[in-house]
């Protein structure tokens, strides 16, 4: 019974997810289109563990593992018809079109961590002193990474410079275990990446994690932690673990270490997350954080659970990436990340439980949503 339910889930992972991509970045532009057909173009700061690839160089970076971290800038076209929490791009390595898709019309590579480190201080400079961290989920190439990132940034209207932390994920349903070693391997590299930016004049780090990408930024928080350093010299902004895919008693174990957080700390959870179904029967049908059921339990080791179960996903049915898919929730995350952490330092209790309750009641035109903070339990019942 139980190898019937992960082929199931693993054939529904197949489908709707990136089963036949080819992970291509830089794909051909045949066409010329106007300056008014392009909504934007970001620059999105690249730290890797991921080897370069040289089978296909539009790949930039593959899944092979690299000892070393990598440093890069990738300049990305956002079309005027763009959808909020949609990312259009070209299938595999089909021809680009701008005026319709997310395009990648330039890559720069950094020599060294110093160069990296000089070109990013001086965009965070220009942008008002604030980053904004992703860092990827499990199955996710080098250009899943750099689209999605593309897309919060743009679709938040993120103030500051947006920096991915890739790691050297296979891209492949199977490649679970791969992954998940390949997350171990880079704990250092994101902590290191993490100092750097404070080391710069930014004033706030914000930090975004999705899935698996969850369970490393958590390690390295728990390294910073350990070293006395847990919120980078008082620049640590904003973290959001969206699905996380971590064994809820590792996540407990790991939060004791780091203490509870003095700047706001989201987890954001769905009970019917069909891509953490497969991580759970992988891992003996031990619950993850992220479709975890009991969100109090959560929320007293100092975190605020937003359960987003009703709320709609648009990730063909699998329910994983719905703080970044769901074009209302995208735009609330936003509207919060706009407001530099730091303001959130001196909020209250109170304070802090009408955030969600702001909240719930803006996402009531899609879904019911329960906040749970360490101080209180919101259930926002809106029938929208």
């Given at each position: 019974m139980r190898f019937n339910?992960?082929?199931?889930?693993?054939?529904?992972?197949?489908?709707?997810?990136?089963?036949?991509?080819?992970?291509?970045?830089?794909?051909?532009?045949?066409?010329t289109v106007p300056a008014s057909d392009i909504a934007a173009t970001h620059e999105i700061f690249v730290a890797t563990t991921r080897q370069q690839a040289t089978k296909d160089s539009r790949q930039v970076f593959d899944g092979d593992r690299s000892l070393t971290t990598s440093y890069a800038r990738v300049d990305v076209t956002v079309p005027k018809v763009h959808q909020v929490g949609a990312i259009e791009r070209a299938k595999g390595?089909?021809?680009?079109?701008?005026?319709?898709?997310?395009?990648a019309t330039d890559v720069v590579h950094y020599a060294d961590a110093p160069q990296f480190a000089k070109a990013v201080g001086a965009d965070i400079a220009m942008r008002g002193d604030r980053a904004l961290v992703f860092v990827h989920g499990f199955n996710n190439g080098f250009d899943d990474g750099i689209y999605r990132l593309t897309q919060i940034a743009h679709d938040t209207k993120y103030p500051g410079t947006p920096v991915l932390f890739s790691w050297a994920s296979s891209a492949k349903t199977t490649g679970y275990i791969y992954d998940k070693d390949s997350a171990n391997a880079a704990r250092d590299d994101l902590e290191a990446t993490l100092r750097m930016l404070a080391k710069t004049r930014v004033k706030s780090i914000d930090i975004i994690a999705h899935s698996m990408g969850t369970w490393l930024t958590m390690e390295a928080l728990r390294q910073l932690a350990i070293t006395g350093d847990r919120d980078l010299g008082g620049k640590l902004g904003y973290v959001v673990l969206a699905s996380p895919d971590i064994d809820v008693d590792v996540f407990k174990k790991q939060m004791i270490r780091y203490g509870k957080p003095?700047?706001?700390?989201?987890?954001?959870l769905s009970a019917d997350?069909?891509?953490?179904?497969?991580?759970?029967?992988?891992?003996?049908?031990?619950p993850r954080v992220g479709d975890y059921g009991n969100a109090a339990d959560l929320a007293s080791y100092g975190v605020s659970v937003v359960d987003l179960t009703k709320a709609k996903g648009g990730d063909g049915g699998l329910n994983h990436a719905k703080f970044a898919d769901n074009p209302i929730l995208v735009q609330l995350l936003g509207n919060r990340l706009?407001?530099?952490?730091?303001?959130?330092?001196?909020?209250?209790?109170?304070?802090?439980a009408n955030v969600g309750e702001g909240l719930g009641k803006a996402v009531g035109s899609v879904a019911d949503v329960v906040i749970t903070t360490p101080f209180k339990v919101l259930t926002i019942v809106t029938g929208g």
């Open positions: 339910r992960f082929v199931a889930v693993t054939l529904t992972l197949l489908v709707a997810g990136c089963a036949g991509n080819t992970h291509d970045l830089l794909n051909k532009t045949t066409v390595s089909a021809n680009s079109n701008p005026a319709k898709q997310f395009t003095d700047k706001p700390f989201a987890v954001l997350d069909r891509a953490l179904k497969l991580s759970s029967l992988i891992s003996g049908d031990k706009r407001t530099p952490a730091g303001l959130a330092a001196d909020e209250s209790p109170a304070d802090l």
